[in-house]
């Protein structure tokens, strides 16, 4: 099939895209879901490893309590209704990474049904449906050896436990789907259940996708896209499924119902090969475990402790703080920026100071470095006692910045670097003066211009003090200085 | 060194020895020895052990011998030998499920079973025969050779626990344990002339029991006597975390509660034991069995459970259901045959085909075509519904009476290849016991006679949890008509008895 690059118009108004999500996310337990193996990250291969997570013959699951509560908190933040009861089936089928021939998960009788998120794209709040959420098991690793020959597994991973979140075919554009898995990435985060990090493979997306003639409500014919393994390629697969689907629609042809496997490297969706089509995975009851009894009281326990969402949290910092949506938006989408905020002020109450410090430089600094919050020797402290050196006038804003992007990097105090490279603003008149006169003096052509009247040649000659200073020159100052010395030049004249 | 002969030491019996061993009269290594000789001599002709491992067994029988005469505190049974079962994992000892597939997998940890023994100190002798994964009703579907039933060499020994039956028939191991899904324990129990104990589903843990049938599985003993069974049991049963259906209470002390009264107790006969696929002889030695429980002062009654007709078709769906799930992991990944490399399909076909018998072919093929996209409703789930009634039926039944009482199976012990061409008609002599497999209750065979010069098992089903109860009508009935006091005629020679 050729490239297909976008649709025109006509098309676009005349189509309308069905996409519901299905979404694999590992819960950060600290042992594995049915034996008791850590669940470290980066281990060395196959050490975190026992005869249940092999799936040795004769070895039994017994059901992990904890992922329990973190797949209930996960489901209950997704306002999900829990039944009294729930219960584990096998999903039989044979792939080296799966040690047992089978994965224990849940089929007819899900932990978590008929919830939903809100997402907000561009202005617009849409309701999402949640269909099910359920806890399932985690397969082993498959590492391809270069040359081919053979794979190597690291079954650390295997019993990892997971749950699936299906979404209804809510979604109706690749943004829509963008800011599902963002919103569900941050309730993931906020509810502590999930770093969701899709590139160690603790979140990841299928999509069901189907494109529809607009005005009907007639599901297409559906066609799975699996192998999105980053935030681009789901909008990427999406996007390009979307016109493939579409112009074969339109051209009268049809759909073929399939799984498709995103390409990243060609840039497109291609099928899958025969045998991951149509499975019959022989779904039964798991009789190693017996049903799990979800006790109203244990459910509204694990409600009653569970974190404030991050919608909340939003809610929160526009009616607590005053801060703009937007504003709240970007410094929610990460408990660990929210909290940071909420530490810094109250160190430092100044909450839209504090937000533009966050928004502009902790962001973008963060996403330089590509690390978490966490990983840096950035403190709440750090980001108050510099705004504080602002207000003070120790030091302007330029210089501000330049030692913050020093705190970041190495966590020192900013009074300590201020001190240490004499960045202090120069408050100091006399000194000041000083160099104000030189500038005046230096620059005749910047002083003919101001006098006849060029007003931007005044910036020329602060700029000038600045320069002279290392940028330590109070701003408002340096500006009085120049003047009183060109009015120091006229009287001599 | 004690005066007692290796031969004498056989034919003490498990209790008699613990007996001797805490009076040391013996040794544990003069009592493993007997029985290692025992074995050398005889294994041979019947066949009832897989691998027996004389240097760790040795091992363990010297350090018990060595805490005895530190005056260390010992388990009652501390010293005494047993046979277990091969589909029973034993860390470092070779467990094959007399399968191709595992033949030289060595598992890295102890079922709990195992660990329960080596903790009140018994000495593992090796690991018996048995029907490859536990199916089979005969032994003959071992992948290595058939164990023999030595009251008759040409004859089976009954399955899947063949081994564990031979062993302790013929004097190879006072006593076993074997694994009951659909009468394993039960049925090698008659044939061979001893007490097989079947436990109530969740009594004892299954933790590394290699599964055919999740859900019907479970551990059980073969005896001489009853009072082995309620000792043996003692130390096997009990909650066990690792395995969620294990039942999270204590057993009861089994054989303090062997002498329970008999008098006034509610006997149901099943009318279906004396149907027309049952051998005359059996319904005759049953017939005099049922006279001795009411001469012991038992109430007599009759009981027809109609659903019985339906327990094996269920069976025969739910069993290879689970068995082709948990027979999925065999695949040459991780462990055992790996028959190919060429390719992950091609190694999956091969080893599979080279790994597993016929039998376990066949019941993988019914079980995953029960499970099928379509048939799942028309199959599994009607067989689950079947699987109800018979509970419920089985659950009226012993609201009227304490114990139901059966012919373990239809037929004494049959000619090896009699019934082998024939697979529903082997499954026919499942039919007393896989009813109870299915509602998860416990039942013991007992011996009850002879027919030909072959031994007749009863089969005694009790309420859930109430193998004490069964095992004191078992020990009643026995001390009154002693047929567990008979021996087959060693069919070899043992080694040291000529001395
Ligand atoms: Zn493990």
Known sequence: MAHVESLDAELQAAYEPVIGLEVHVELQTDSKVFCSCPTTFGAEPNTQVCPVCLGLPGA??????????LALRAALALHCTIPPECKFDRKNYFYPDLPKGYQISQYDQPLGVNGWLEISVNGEVRRIGIRRVH????????????????TLLDFNRAGVPLIEIVSE???????EARAYL??????????EVSDCKMEEGSLRCDANISVRPRGTDVLGTLVEIKNMNSWRAVQKGLEYEIIRQTRLLSDGEPVVRETRHWDEGRGITRPARGKEEAHDYRYFPEPDLVPLALDPAWVAEVKATMPELPAERRARFVRDFGLPAYD??????????????????????????????????????????GLPLAA?????????????????????????????EEVFANGRAPAEIVAEKGLAQISDESALLKVAREVVAGNPDAVKNYRSGKEKAMGFLVGQVMRATKGRANPELATALVKKALAEQQGQE | MSGISPRDIRGLGATDIAAALRRRELTSVEVTQAYLEAIGAGNAGLGAYLTVDEQEALAQAREVDARRAKGEELGPYAGVPVAVKDNISTRGLRTTCASRILENYVPPYDATVVARLRQSGLVVLGKTNMDEFAMGSSGENSAFFPARNPWDPSRVPGGSSSGSAVAVAASLAPWALGSDTGGSVRQPASFCGLVGVKPTYGRVSR??????????????????DAAEAAALMGIISGYDPADSTSVPEPAPDYPALLGREIRGLRVGVVREGFGEGVEPGVQEALRRALDVLAGLGAVMGEVSLSMTTYALPAYYVIAPAEASSNLARYDGVRYGLRASNRSVTDMYGRTRQAGFGPEVKRRIMLGTYALSAGYYDAYYKKAQQIRTLIKNEFSSALQSYDVLVTPTAPSVAFRLGEKAADPVQMYYQDYFTIPVNMAGLPAVSVPCGFSGGLPVGMQLIGRWFDEAGLLAIAHAYLETTGWHRFRPEPAVSVAGEAR
């Open chain 1, 328 to 369: 709240a938006e970007v410094l929610c989408a990460d408990p660990a920026v929210a909290g940071f905020f909420e530490a810094t002020v109250a160190l430092y109450p100044q909450p839209k100071q504090v937000s533009n410090w966050i928004m502009k430089d902790v962001l973008r600094l963060l996403n330089d470095a």
């Open chain 1, 182 to 191: 963002n919103e569900l990435q941050s309730i993931m985060r906020y509810m």
């Open chain 1, 169 to 175: 075919p809510d979604i109706r554009t690749p943004e």
């Open chain 1, 376 to 404: 840096t020797p950035l403190r709440p402290e750090h980001l108050a006692e510099l705004c504080r050196l602002v207000d003070q006038g120790t030091i302007n804003l330029t210089v501000a910045r330049q030692v913050f």
């Open chain 1, 60 to 69: 039994l699951p017994v059901l992990n309590r904890r992922a329990v509560e």
């Open chain 2, 207 to 224: 933790y590394g029991l290699v599964a055919f049938a999740s859900s019907l599985d479970q551990i059980g003993t073969l005896t001489h």
């Open chain 1, 135 to 150: 806890m399932e098991e985690e397969t082993a690793k498959s590492v391809h050896v270069a040359g081919g020959t053979h």
